[in-house]
């Protein structure tokens, strides 16, 4: 377990998070410290508690007990400053809840809300925004800026989550976190869509990406292993060694 | 330019800019101490057990009167509704010109709202309690035949095609194809109306027809409010009672939800076991509207007693013709759009602005629930305290009750649209009315305004019950000739709002079916 001296540093850590479950603890006395430039994976059977890691990092969830330090500072207790925190952590969500309803530039444009004051909000609802910023982002995200004034609900399963990616990029935030952002994706775009996470991870950002497949590990700097909502390792992916992987998964269904 | 689905049901708010524009012009001096007097008699309702005794059998007999004629419509509105659909005509002699025949004709006494029929009813028949009674059962089971109608016709057929094939009776093959996908959405719709049926049979009262309505109005009247509101908490109190066993009820038997009322998702409710259940309360329901109806001393022969009628005035109907036709079409019309627009708009902008403060959803709820509570009339009466009589009292009276409608339908679709994008749009630091706006108005949003032109093409119907009161439209000319019993002119007026609601109904029909269908 690393325990680094650098708190003040780290853009996400979490000290002896604890989250009780029905039956066992969702998550009990978890540490984790992500510095930028870090991207690391969360690996782990169904149930684990992957899930509830990243919604305690991202303020969805709050602990039983425990501290959650976003950029070496405890969550705000007022809701302003509490959503200047949370406009630094972009989520990049399993079902990608995208606003179905809106165009693709609308959504990309989504991510800038917690930036924009109501009445760029509202135009956003009206009139085409910041067209040039949205396809640079379709550009680096290798979709057809043709694409901007189509809805959402239009696109293919592969152009749902690049917009989905593109909000996030457009959101800008220092810690991009992921839950599972690869399941149901076939393998081409799987690793499509892993390869953009982890370019887009480079300092001052870090991502913390929570993984079905470990066979995925290459690019990531830390795997972290965990059980029963406990932290079983957390060490270099590259020394994640096929032992400590079925040790992981062992008499799991996940 | 053009608004993107969350703006679409903040867009018949900004009725609002040109309504606050005109209100100071309409404002006269006093009546504000008497406003004020109203709204601090809330909390201190009289408890006089005199009061209370005649108001317990006011509403006593509002909600019997609303019973029996909800009972009245559901089974007229389920034969008529089995007459004038296709599929019956088609199984039974193969053809089905008869069902579009039926269909056109009922058409009539659902364009004629229940305070008109139960205005001519009562200058027919005087007053006896079948009038009320009967004026809510003619529209209402005209309503009912049309759901009825549409659902039977949009129940796939195949099962009953199975059944014929197999040498079934059509008659037997019809209850046993369609009765139980009919049910649930046919259940659903009837507790909606069992809803409306106690509002119309408070308002009946408000014009004469006997309970709760009447005592309201006679207390307004002398300004005795506290006796007003002691009246108001107890018609509160079931009003509330009732739309909360009808929704445990929706619940429990997994109905359609009443946002998408209506024939497009009538069929989809499944029923097993629970048919049984339904069955049961629905005959339960009945036989107490039974016994409530012998309680009124209902009596359908009363209905064949005519009151000796004045003759018809000659030259009446020249005098008919001769009325400012045009300015009472167009004051109807404006009062629709702006109690509409007011409806429609103000909900979504209310929930937008108040929701997410701590104390937001209580006061909307509060608000809402008065909107439903008051009759628009009484409201009417209430705003002529401090507002000069036309147009704008009764559009903010009808828009008011019809906000407290929309505005719980909206609150009931917010809350199950709540989730995913909204929570996503939070996590990322964007404030709670935003995040509601685009991430909860976006997928409800066409819904909701297919909803609000429904209840457009009702307050069409309903500006006779503002228009009396506020001294405007068709609704007013109507009163006047009733009272002078200008037959001539009362046909005509018939006619004239026949028209209107009809063709008001196809338009709403036309848009909702855009709305939903896009």
Partial sequence: MINRTVASTALLELRQISVAGRETPRLSAVDLALHPGERVALLGPSGAGKSTLLAIANGALVPQSGTVLWQGVPQARSAPARRRQQRQIGTLWQDLRLIEELSVQQNLNGGRLAHWGWPRALLNLLVPLESEACRQVLHRLDLDPSLLAQPVSALSGGQRQRVALGRLLRQDPLLLLADEPLANLDPRLASELLAQLLREAAPPRALLLSLHRPDLLDGFDRAIGLRAGQVVFDQPAASVDAASLAALYSGANG | ?518
């Fill in chain 2, 1 to 518: 330019m053009k608004p993107a689905a969350p703006l679409l049901p903040l867009l018949p708010a900004l009725v609002l800019v040109p309504v606050l524009l005109m209100l100071p012009g309409a404002i006269h001096g006093g009546g504000w101490e008497l406003i004020g007097q109203f709204a601090l008699a809330a909390v201190q309702p009289s408890l006089d057990p005199v009061v209370l005794a005649a108001q317990v059998q006011g509403l006593g007999i509002t909600c019997a009167v609303a019973l029996v004629a909800w009972a009245c419509s559901l089974l007229l509105g389920l034969l008529l509704g089995v007459l004038s659909a296709r599929v019956v005509w088609h199984s039974c002699c193969g053809c089905q010109w008869p069902a579009d025949v039926v269909a056109r004709l009922l058409a009539v006494p659902r364009s004629i709202h229940e305070l008109i029929w139960g205005l001519l009813l009562l200058q027919l028949i005087g007053l006896q309690s079948v009038v009320a009674v009967v004026a809510i059962a003619i529209p209402y089971g005209a309503l009912v035949a049309r759901v009825v109608r549409d659902l039977i016709d949009t129940v796939p057929r195949r099962s009953l095609e199975a059944l014929l094939s197999a040498g079934v009776a059509a008659p037997q093959a019809l209850v046993t194809a369609l009765g139980p996908p009919l049910l649930p959405g046919l259940l659903s719709y009837g507790g909606y109306r069992l809803e409306c049926a106690l509002r119309s049979a408070t308002l009946l009262g408000v014009f004469g027809l006997g309970g709760l309505g009447n005592d309201l109005v006679l207390s307004l009247q002398s300004l005795q409010f506290r006796e007003a509101w002691s009246g108001l908490w107890l018609l509160l109190a079931v009003m509330l009672g009732l739309e909360s066993v009808l929704a445990s009820l929706r619940r429990h038997w997994t109905m359609p939800p009443r946002l998408q009322l209506g024939p497009r998702d009538g069929g989809q409710a499944t029923i097993g076991a629970q048919g049984r259940q339904m069955l049961l309360v629905l005959t339960g329901v009945l036989l107490l509207a039974w016994a409530l109806a012998a309680w009124l001393q209902i009596d359908p022969r009363q209905l064949l007693h005519w009151q000796t009628l004045p003759p018809l005035p000659a030259g009446g109907w020249r005098q008919a013709l001769g009325l400012n036709w045009l300015p009472l079409v167009f004051n109807t019309l404006l009062l629709t759009l702006l109690a509409a627009a007011l409806a429609v708009g103000s909900g979504p902008l209310l929930l937008l602005l108040l929701a997410p403060w701590r104390w937001g959803q209580g006061c909307l709820l509060g608000l809402w629930a008065l909107g439903r509570l008051l009759p628009p009339p009484l409201t009417a009466l209430l705003l002529l305290f401090v507002l000069k009589p036309g147009v704008l009292p009764a559009a903010l009276a009808l828009g008011f009750h019809n906000l407290g409608i929309l505005g719980r339908l909206l609150r009931e679709a917010s809350a199950s649209a709540a989730g995913g994008a909204e929570e996503a749009l939070l996590q990322a630091g964007i404030g709670p009315r935003l995040a509601l706006l685009y991430g909860r108005f976006s997928p409800i949003a066409r819904s909701y305004l297919a909803y609000g032109a429904y209840r457009s093409d009702v307050m069409l119907r309903e500006t006779v019950v503002v228009a009396l009161v506020g001294g405007t439209g068709l609704g007013s000319q109507l009163r006047e000739s009733l009272s002078a019993f200008a037959w001539q002119e009362i046909a005509l007026l018939l006619v004239a709002y026949a028209v209107l609601t009809l063709v008001g109904e196809d338009l709403s029909d036309r848009a909702r079916r855009q709305l939903l269908g896009a």
